[in-house]
C-alpha cells in the first residue's frame, strides 16, 4: 500500500491537487481512499459532488457506535471518500481530532475492508498546528508532496514543511518526496522553485499549468479527470499522478 500525505500553505491548490491526483490514479485502475485532514473538511467535495459528513461529526451525534458506511462514501472512479473533520470553532485542536479519526478507521479496519493501493492525506499546512504531524506520524503516511506555486509566501511556506518534515525524518516519520509546482503565471516560476527543490534536496515532481477548466470543473463539483477527461490539464494530473506512485511504489510495504 502506498500512502502519502500532500501539504500546502492555504489557499494554493493543495485540496484541489489531491483530488485530481486521486482521480486519475482511480480512473487508471488503482483502488484509492483520500483522508481529508483538515478542519475545512472540502477535501473530497470534487470527489463526491458533495461535503460528506465527517468522522468527527459522526462521533459526535452517533457516539464511537458506527459502521464504515458511515464514515467512508463513494467518490469520482470508485475513490473511497473520508473527512476527518475538526473540532467546533474556537474549541478544541485539530490535531487531537485527527488522532480519533484515525483511530475510529483503525478500530473498524478501514484498510483492511476497503484494501485500496494508494492512501491519499490531504494536510493543513500550519507547522505550529497541532494536526500538522499526525499524518506522518505512526506510519500512517510515508512520502510527502508539498504543493506550491513560485509566489514568495507560497515558497516560504513550502520550506517551512519540508524543514518541519526534516526534524521529524530521525524519528523514523516520513519523508520530503518532492514539490508539486501548482502555476500561478509568476515571473521565473519554473526555476524560483527547482532552486527551492534543490535546496530542500528534493526535485519537483510535477507542473500543473495555470488553468481555469479547474474552477469550472469546481463548478460542476467534479474534478477535471470527470468534466474533462480528454483536455491537456487532465492529462497533466494523469502524469502528475503517474510519477508519484512511481517514487513510493518501490517503497510501498
Known amino acids: 500500500m502506498i500512502k502519502i500525505a500532500i501539504y500546502g500553505k492555504?489557499?494554493?491548490?493543495k485540496s484541489t491537487t489531491a483530488a485530481n491526483v486521486s482521480a486519475a490514479l482511480a480512473k487508471g485502475g488503482m483502488k484509492v481512499m483520500q483522508i481529508g485532514c483538515d478542519p475545512k473538511s472540502d477535501s473530497t467535495q470534487t470527489l463526491a459532488g458533495r461535503n460528506v459528513p465527517t468522522v468527527l461529526d459522526a462521533i459526535r451525534a452517533h457516539g464511537?457506535?458506527?459502521s464504515l458506511d458511515e464514515l467512508v462514501f463513494p467518490?469520482?472512479?470508485?475513490?473511497?471518500?473520508?473527512?476527518a473533520g475538526g473540532p467546533t470553532p474556537g474549541v478544541g485542536c485539530a490535531g487531537r481530532g485527527i488522532i480519533t479519526a484515525f483511530e475510529t478507521l483503525a478500530r473498524l479496519q478501514a484498510f483492511e475492508t476497503y484494501q485500496?493501493?494508494?492512501?491519499?492525506y490531504d494536510v493543513l499546512g500550519d507547522v505550529v498546528c497541532g494536526g500538522f504531524a499526525m499524518p506522518?506520524?505512526?506510519g500512517y503516511a510515508k512520502d510527502v508532496f508539498i504543493v506550491t506555486s513560485g509566489e514568495k509566501m507560497a515558497l516560504y511556506a513550502a520550506g517551512n514543511i519540508a524543514l518541519a518534515i526534516d526534524h521529524f525524518k530521525d524519528r523514523g516519520y516520513a519523508r520530503c518526496a518532492g514539490l508539486i509546482l501548482n502555476s500561478r503565471d509568476v515571473q521565473?516560476?519554473?526555476s524560483k522553485v527547482a532552486q527551492l527543490a534543490d535546496t530542500l534536496g528534493t526535485a519537483v515532481v510535477g507542473i500543473i499549468p495555470r488553468d481555469?477548466?479547474?474552477q469550472q470543473a469546481e463548478a460542476l463539483g467534479q474534478t477535471v479527470a470527470q468534466a474533462f477527461p480528454d483536455s491537456p490539464l487532465a492529462h497533466g494530473y494523469q502524469a502528475l499522478a503517474a510519477n508519484i506512485v512511481s517514487l513510493c511504489g518501490k517503497d510501498a510495504a
Open 188 to 190: 521565473d516560476e519554473q
Open 212 to 214: 481555469g477548466l479547474v
Open 10 to 13: 492555504g489557499g494554493i491548490g
Open 75 to 83: 467518490g469520482a472512479f470508485g475513490v473511497r471518500c473520508v473527512e
Open 116 to 120: 485500496p493501493d494508494v492512501v491519499i
Open 136 to 138: 506522518i506520524r505512526d
Open 64 to 66: 464511537t457506535d458506527l
